[in-house]
């Protein structure tokens, strides 16, 4: 199973908006719309932020917000702040019953 | 509040094995499917294995097969990460998860498993 593609690196300043693309195959988003995303800063867990697309877990500021078109999903951060800063991680159930992830993207917050 | 805590990493020799551990509380630990994924240092995530809430339904992902069984004891709230044949390329922190259908929900800290001779 391939991983999903991700842009290694964006950066945004403060207060700004930043769209993260995540990009699969028919295989992957097209079946299920199982697409999650996950923010790990430096040295901890990653920590789930959107779920099923577009789905806020309970805490999850509504600065985040999910999308998806065709065989891209993305990740908007609205009025981007410092603590925002880390890596993100998309991630696919399969047609195979198993999850693949994106590679990452780092987000700086200038 | 859900708590995941990893344990059993450490070093191991190429060619060994290493059994991982995760304690689960505060939710109904039969009622879900569990998830290992782990994140070799400085890489990304890759998901590695997944059981049903009962044990009767596995599944791997390709470079593990044959050499990981996950398995889990409802009665011990615990699932287990059983590792044989390391190679280089398993070290990685790995993670307990919560989730393995629709989302993987709750995450642990990890325990680091080092392979290396």
């Known amino acids: 199973q391939s991983a999903l593609t991700q842009p290694p690196s964006m950066s945004g300043s403060p207060g700004q908006s930043v769209a993260l693309s995540c990009t699969g195959t028919?295989?992957?988003?097209?079946?299920?719309?199982?697409v999650s995303w996950y923010q790990q800063p430096p040295g901890t867990a990653p920590k789930l932020v959107i779920y099923?697309?577009?789905n806020r877990p309970s805490g999850v500021p509504d600065r985040f917000s999910g999308s998806k078109s065709g065989n891209t999903a993305s990740l908007t951060i609205s009025g981007l702040q410092a603590e925002d800063e880390g890596d993100y991680y998309c991630s696919s159930y399969t047609s195979t019953n198993t999850w693949v992830f994106g590679g990452g993207t780092k987000l700086t917050v200038l | 509040e859900v708590q995941l805590v990893e344990s059993g990493g450490g070093l191991v020799q190429p060619g060994g094995s290493l059994r991982l551990s995760c304690a689960a509380s505060?939710?109904?630990?039969?009622?879900?499917?569990m998830s290992w994924v782990r994140q070799a240092p400085g890489k990304g995530l890759e998901w590695v294995a997944k059981?049903?809430?009962?044990?009767?339904?596995?599944f791997y992902v390709d470079p593990v097969k044959g050499r990981f069984t996950i398995s889990r004891d409802n009665a011990k709230n615990s699932l287990y990460l059983q590792m044989n044949s390391l190679r280089g390329d398993d070290t990685a922190v790995y993670y307990c998860?919560?989730?393995?259908?629709?989302?993987?929900?709750?995450w642990g800290q990890g325990t680091l498993v080092t392979v290396t001779s």
């Open positions: 028919s295989s992957d988003f097209g079946i299920y719309n199982r």
């Open positions: 059981i049903k809430n009962d044990g009767s339904e596995k």
């Open positions: 998860v919560r989730g393995g259908e629709v989302v993987l929900r709750y």
């Open positions: 505060g939710f109904t630990f039969s009622t879900y499917w």
């Open positions: 099923e697309v577009s």
